[in-house]
């Protein structure tokens, strides 16, 4: 080993240690036609927002220091999602007025859960990628259920498992409801025994999605504690390093991604964990332990999405 290796991980051993020693949400044929007519271009705005996103995700994978620059456009679009959400019910309302009379007209419940799907998974790539978006569009209370979903449609899957490029760290594998069937949906003849352990994680999701990082962090702690041999362990501990993270705890947050550092380097969450960690670092003013740890990523994965973050980070600094 190489004295500069080895100076490096004395140094953010080092970082840790004194971390570890410091801590102590009548109608008529016209009307009908309009309504229609509306409906439809609302959800031909919202697919032109949704590829605009996803055009936004695969330069992701490429980008270099611009890449902030799309980052506060894939913002200034969550914004416009949420505008369109707005407009979306009141169209709603005006429909669930013709169906008393009419009956059979098309709901738009859908285009509501698929709005809430591409905001689930987009913050969970944002936080993943160390990117913090200036605001969160708040979700109409009146049409979401107690579990998250709406009414009379399947609900999405779990955002655990974000669109990100390619070279990214693949999602990990949530359970979806019978209904959807995609490869990363478990068989619905799964033992009964792990039906508690995914009930638990997903609480933690939903406590995660309703930006309730506490109560989140717990419930991925009695998970892992729980259920220490199920495969979404590894994501459960960098979950919990995020919920610092958005905490504003850094130092927790260091502690934590150090745990899949150095217990599950074959994880999907392993270069996530590069990243984030260097991230905290530079949060807690340890920049020479934030700059190892993000050029040790870069090293050993140049071409994920994380390492070009990371390079973008060692440019800009955030």
């Known amino acids: 080993m190489s004295s500069l290796h080895l100076g490096r991980k004395i140094l953010i051993t080092g970082a840790l240690a004194a971390l570890l020693g410091t801590i102590p949400a009548c109608v008529t044929t016209s009307d009908f036609d309009r309504l229609r007519s509306q409906v439809y271009s609302q959800e031909q705005e919202r697919i032109k927002q949704q590829e605009r996103i996803t055009q936004l995700e695969a330069e992701l994978a490429r980008s270099q220091p611009a890449q902030a620059n799309n980052w506060a456009e894939v913002n200034s679009m969550r914004s416009q999602i949420a505008a369109l959400t707005g407009q979306i019910d009141d169209l709603r309302r005006t429909q669930d007025m013709q169906q008393q009379a009419a009956g059979g007209l098309v709901t738009v419940d859908s285009l509501n859960s698929r709005v809430v799907d591409l905001e689930r998974k987009t913050l969970f790539m944002a936080t993943q990628l160390g990117v913090v978006f200036d605001e969160m569009p708040a979700l109409p209370p009146a049409q979401t259920t107690p579990t998250g979903s709406f009414p009379g449609t399947v609900p999405p899957r779990s955002p655990d498992m974000p669109e990100v490029?390619?070279?990214?760290?693949?999602?990990?594998?949530?359970?979806?409801?019978?209904?959807?069937?995609?490869?990363?949906?478990?068989?619905?003849?799964?033992?009964?025994?792990?039906?508690?352990?995914?009930?638990?994680?997903?609480?933690?999701?939903?406590?995660?999605?309703?930006?309730?990082?506490?109560?989140?962090?717990?419930?991925?702690?009695?998970?892992?504690?729980?259920?220490?041999?199920?495969?979404l362990v590894p994501n459960a501990v960098f979950w919990q390093?995020?919920?610092?993270?958005?905490?504003?705890?850094?130092?927790?947050?260091?502690?934590?991604?150090?745990?899949?550092i150095e217990e599950h380097k074959t994880s999907n969450k392993y270069t996530a964990a590069l990243l984030k960690q260097g991230i905290s670092f530079y949060k807690l003013k340890k920049d020479q332990a934030g700059k190892l740890v993000l050029e040790d990523l870069i090293k050993k994965h140049p071409q994920s999405a994380e390492a070009k973050r990371a390079q973008a980070y060692l440019k800009g600094g955030n």
Do not use: H, R
């Not at 949530?174 to 995609?182: E, G, I, K, L, Y």
């Not at 406590?207 to 702690?221: L, N, R």
């Not at 390093?241 to 899949?260: H, S």
């Open 165 to 231: 490029p390619a070279d990214a760290a693949q999602p990990e594998s949530q359970p979806a409801p019978p209904a959807v069937s995609t490869p990363e949906t478990q068989p619905q003849a799964a033992p009964q025994a792990e039906v508690p352990g995914q009930e638990l994680y997903q609480q933690a999701l939903e406590s995660f999605y309703a930006m309730k990082y506490k109560e989140a962090q717990i419930t991925w702690a009695e998970f892992v504690k729980g259920f220490p041999k199920d495969p």
């Open 241 to 260: 390093g995020e919920c610092f993270f958005q905490m504003q705890d850094y130092a927790n947050a260091v502690l934590t991604y150090q745990k899949v």
